[in-house]
């Protein structure tokens, strides 16, 4: 049984800093790929950030690059999200998901993760 858990959200003001983290268990957390989506109210949820199985590559969506940083620790089977600059855009619920398929890169789309954690709220305040 794999199990994410987001935690790490709350209340920040515009241009403050929040880290997100993601616990991983139930499967070899090191064999694939990671990413964290987000989902605002009345929105369709949408990538933010991916990370390779092994760290190497990572890939950003537009509006987060430069402000957002995907790392991840395997020995610690745990998925960060470093958020700088926070905008009040940037509110919404954020999820980590696992991808289908072990050793590939990050993916971009909704349908390619089969595993997602609850999410955590982050609102930023203007």
């Known amino acids: 049984q794999v199990q994410l858990v987001e935690s790490g959200g709350g209340l920040v003001q515009a241009g403050g800093s929040l880290r997100l983290s993601c616990a991983a268990s139930?499967?070899?957390?090191?064999?694939?790929?990671m990413g964290w989506f987000r989902q605002a109210p009345g929105k369709e949820r949408e990538f933010v950030a991916g990370?390779?199985?092994?760290?190497?590559?990572?890939y950003y969506a537009d509006s987060v690059k430069g402000r957002f940083t995907i790392s991840r620790d395997n020995a610690k089977n745990t998925l960060y999200l470093q958020m700088n600059s926070l905008y009040a855009e940037d509110t919404a619920v954020y999820y980590c998901a696992t991808v289908r398929t072990a050793f590939r890169v990050p993916a971009l789309r909704v349908d390619e993760y089969d595993y997602w954690g609850r999410g955590t709220q982050v609102t930023v305040s203007s």
């Open positions: 139930g499967r070899t957390f090191g064999n694939y790929a």
């Open positions: 990370i390779s199985w092994s760290g190497a590559n990572t």
